[in-house]
Structures are given as C-alpha cells and as structure tokens.
C-alpha cells in the first residue's frame, strides 16, 4: 500500500517531468526505499503540510488529478506500524524524493 501510493503520486503528480525513479538501498543496519520524479514538485509553503489529513496541494485540487488528501497520511501511518519512516524532499522540475527507512533484518534465515 505504501510503495504502491507513493508510485501513483509520482506518476500522477510528477508526470511532466517524464521520469520516475527506484532505489532500494541497504545503509549499515538500515534499508532505504526512494522514489522519485522530476515534475513540478512540492513547493516550500506546501512542505509542511504534505502528510497533514485530507490537505491535498492546491494546484490539484483545480486539475484533474485530484486526490482525496488521504493517500500521504495513511503511508506515513502504515510505515510508522512497521517501525520505519517516511521523509521527502523537492526541488521543481529537479527531484521530488519521498524516502522509507526501515531497520534491516538481520541473521535471516534461507528456507
């Protein structure tokens, strides 16, 4: 549910930069998962709302890429629930990055 918002707001809103991105990464004891787009982003007075209940930016609310302003709020809860955390950033037309930080498993075992 989480990836799977964050995919569709990246193509949704990110679109007109015509490119989204993937990373999984493992740092020391903790796995990262980003994804990104290089479309008109976030800006600055918006910043501090992005996972606030029901806010959804005020460009599109007027376009037809509305949103119901839930899709944030509820990945942030679920990441909470497994112990990780959700953070983002944006600069428009740059990079739009919105991260997951999970600690890593460790001594899995193969079955």
């Known amino acids: ?3 799977e918002n964050l995919i569709s ?3 949704r809103y990110g679109k007109d930069g015509q490119v989204l991105g993937l990373k999984l990464e493992r740092k020391k004891d903790e796995v990262q ?9 976030i800006n600055a007075k918006d910043l501090h709302h992005v996972f ?19 899709g944030l709020t509820i990945a942030k809860r679920l990441t909470e629930r497994m112990k990780g955390s959700i953070d983002f950033s944006s ?3 740059n990079k739009t990055v ?4 999970f600690n890593a498993i460790t001594n899995v075992r193969n079955s």
């Open 1 to 3: 549910m989480v990836l």
């Open 9 to 11: 707001n990246a193509i």
């Open 33 to 41: 998962i980003e994804v990104w787009d290089r479309g008109k982003g």
């Open 52 to 70: 606030e209940r029901l806010y959804t930016l005020e460009d599109a609310r007027s376009s037809s890429a509305e949103g119901s302003g839930l």
């Open 91 to 93: 600069v428009p037309f």
């Open 98 to 101: 919105f991260i997951l930080k």
